[in-house]
């Protein structure tokens, strides 16, 4: 089992900054990778960035390409999502998520954060 805790969201103005935080316990060396989502009410949840933990291996929706990065602490067991410059479009709640093998799903998720940027 592995639990998952976000952490970091909140209200900023439109090309601010924000960084979100995901703190594992549990089994988390051993997954495969971490993962961030985010999704809005009404809305498909939407792939925003992904990491490997045991190599320095990142992917990116195009969306948000250039403007966020996602960096882990293997120390900390902790993954991050650093938001720069930030659009309204960008308003969420942020979900970081674990995946045990490569087959793209993620199987433990966390309880979410909100992201709100205001125009």
């Known amino acids: 089992q592995v639990q998952l805790v976000e952490s970091g969201g909140g209200l900023v103005q439109a090309g601010g900054s924000l960084r979100l935080s995901c703190a594992a316990s549990?089994?988390?060396?051993?997954?495969?990778?971490m993962g961030w989502f985010r999704q809005a009410p009404g809305k498909e949840r939407e792939f925003v960035a992904r990491?490997?933990?045991?190599?320095?291996?990142?992917y990116y929706a195009d969306s948000v390409k250039g403007r966020f990065t996602i960096s882990r602490d293997n120390a900390k067991n902790t993954v991050y999502l650093q938001m720069n410059s930030l659009k309204p479009e960008d308003t969420d709640v942020y979900y970081c998520?674990?995946?045990?093998?490569?087959?793209?799903?993620?199987?433990?998720w966390g309880q979410g954060t909100q992201v709100t940027v205001s125009s």
């Open positions: 549990g089994r988390a060396f051993s997954m495969y990778a």
């Open positions: 998520a674990a995946a045990r093998g490569p087959s793209g799903n993620y199987n433990y």
């Open positions: 990491i490997r933990w045991s190599e320095i291996s990142t």
